[in-house]
């Protein structure tokens, strides 16, 4: 399995953005894919997480009623709608797709194969 990342660059606060992730390959019946980011110098860490198998999804405190998490099935492909973005939202968004999981809360030590990760930069 291949996770595609793109739609990042650079917003001014309080922009907006909006990432794709596409799988390809052979992927299970279900499986969930998780929004994850890595700011310079920190660990990374859990965004957005949705469940492929019925659309339930988990947001991390710090983003949640600003970032919004889709998926299209058909596509294997999941988005992240980013709106009122801070410059603390600046780091490489990597996607990545946990098989066979039902759930819809991505462990960042579950999931199975990632991405190669897109720079979001909120700047002035």
């Known amino acids: 399995v291949q996770l595609q990342a793109s739609g990042g660059g650079l917003v001014q606060p309080g922009g907006s953005l909006r990432l794709s992730c596409a799988a390809s390959?052979?992927?299970?019946?279900?499986?969930?894919i998780g929004w994850f980011r890595q700011a310079p110098g920190k660990e990374r860490e859990g965004v957005a997480c949705?469940?492929?198998?019925?659309?339930?999804?988990s947001y991390a405190d710090s983003v949640e009623g600003r970032f919004t998490i889709s998926r299209d099935n058909d596509k294997k492909a999941a988005y992240l709608q980013m709106k009122s973005l801070k410059p603390e939202d600046t780091a490489v968004y990597y996607c990545?797709?946990?098989?066979?999981?039902?759930?819809?809360?991505?462990?960042?030590?579950?999931?199975?194969?990632w991405g190669e990760g897109t720079l979001v930069t909120v700047s002035s």
């Open positions: 990545a797709i946990d098989l066979g999981y039902s759930g819809y809360k991505c462990a960042l030590f579950g999931m199975d194969y």
């Open positions: 390959g052979s992927t299970t019946d279900y499986y969930a």
């Open positions: 949705i469940s492929s198998l019925d659309g339930r999804t």
